[in-house]
């Protein structure tokens, strides 16, 4: 009776050793995981970098676009603004290029729903311009129900507040 006991505590023991290496297998895989993230250029995007976003409190696809870059490893800060024409005259956005959001990440100024690949292009060339913007709501861009249309055009926004060249088209 002892032989058999003895047996089962055996297999049970090696059962318990295994589980334990792959938990500890799957919370090192969890903190290596959370401690930056891939972006969508393949680049490693560090997920200390804040983006902050302007928007109106009641906007529903300024929060998808936040959603949309916390995905990607951004930290994100909303702040509800009541006049958002104050923030884009702060910031120097060109009438032009206006949007429903405007977002601050590094040294930049963001404007709309720019995908991502276009602010990691923006901050690993760290260009000396203002920002970059997309104008509108476009369909299919990030925060934006519906399928893409078109071609996303992204501008630079320079110093003196103005539209600059095409920065790049998705």
Known sequence: M????????????ILNGILIVAVIGIISAMVAGSSVKKGT?????????????????????????????EGIGYNVHEVGVEDMSS?????????????CH??????YI????????????LLTEKLDIKGIGMAGMPSGSPGMPGPKSGDF????????????AVFMTL
């Open 102 to 107: 405007t977002m601050e990440v590094g040294d």
């Open 110 to 121: 963001i404007e709309g729903h720019v995908p991502e690949e276009a602010i990691q292009r």
């Open 87 to 99: 923030v884009k005259a702060d910031n120097g956005i060109p009438y032009e290029l206006e949007s």
């Open 41 to 69: 250029l393949g680049k490693v995007t560090d997920t200390g970098l804040v983006a902050t976003i302007y928007k109106s409190p009641s906007c529903g696809c300024c929060s998808r676009y936040g959603a949309y870059l």
């Open 153 to 164: 055009v992204i501008y630079e926004i320079l110093h003196g507040g103005t539209k600059g």
């Open 2 to 13: 002892k032989c058999g006991l003895m047996k089962t505590n055996m297999k049970g023991n």
